[in-house]
């Protein structure tokens, strides 16, 4: 269980005091994560998720705040800050900082077809949209820069295999940020997997964790849904799953010739900032037991399945 800050209920229960939800009943830790401690709590006046924020500065937290206010405002299933009776929606909780949202309806999809990527591919680029019209910016920290350095950084502790697929990835970083083509920009979610999605039925319901969330391309963040939504058993795109992804955002926005050119290089780049993510984390937090721990190798496999690109964007739509 990913519970890096546990609780104990004499804690939760007075932490909880000024939100005047009536009396705690359950609560419980969540295993999906991998950076912050999350938990489902049951009040007599609802049920919520408390995440308690282990990894970022503590001050960018309004941002995503203001983040999830803004898609709340324009009527996307997202959670949002619940404020306490005096307003406050930013709190403390064990030294970490903390926030209460409503728990949304609905449950992860592990087996997607294409009525679920298309509707994720739909509602993110609804997403994109929101953002584009306010005045939220912020840079990642696990950008193209910082992506670049970790991979200059582990090339001497690569194996030959690994350094054969990343390697190359090297100049493409850099004419990237040299170049910085003019995709579109938007708000990304930057970590929308299956388990940040809820679903009923064909029906999405909640998009989760934006902790990640930072201004970049919105082809980016698209392909990182791709490299989890879409693979077959092989870690290669599977045609119709992904098909339905780019329709389903197509049908908000039309792709660009530009976005067209560097799509298969999206891919890549998703893949390999996720296998960067996950091996850090399995060396940093490989002695502490209760941590999930998610493969770093299965984003090899994406990165070999993207040697050649046959899904292109759909630009007649």
Known sequence: MSVFTPLSQNELSAFLKPFDLGRLVAFEGISAGTENSNFFVSCEQGEFVLTLVERGPVDELPFFVSLLDCLHGADLPVPFAVPDQ?????????????????????????????????????????????????????????????????????????????????????????????????????????????????????????????YNAATGWALYDLAICANDWCLDDNARLDPERAQALLAGYASQRRFLTVEATHWPDMLRLAALRFWLSRRIAAADHQEKPGVLIKDPAHFLRVLEGHREVAVQLPMAL
Do not use: Y
Request: charged share 20%; net charge neutral.
């Open 86 to 210: 005096l307003g406050r929606k930013l709190h403390q909780l064990n030294g970490k900082p903390a926030l209460l949202q409503p728990r949304l309806p609905g449950k992860h999809i592990q087996q997607p077809d294409e009525r679920h990527c298309q509707a994720l591919g739909k509602v993110l680029a609804q997403m994109h949209a929101a953002t584009l019209s306010s005045d939220l910016v912020r840079q990642s920290d696990r950008g193209l820069a910082w992506m670049e350095t970790q991979t200059s950084n582990m090339l001497g502790d690569m194996s030959e295999s690994e350094r054969a697929l990343i390697e190359p990835l090297l100049p493409l970083m850099h004419g990237l940020l040299a170049e910085r083509p003019p995709m579109p920009k938007a708000v990304l979610h930057g970590d929308l997997f299956r388990d940040n999605v809820l679903f009923e039925g064909p029906n999405l319901t909640g998009l989760i964790d934006f």
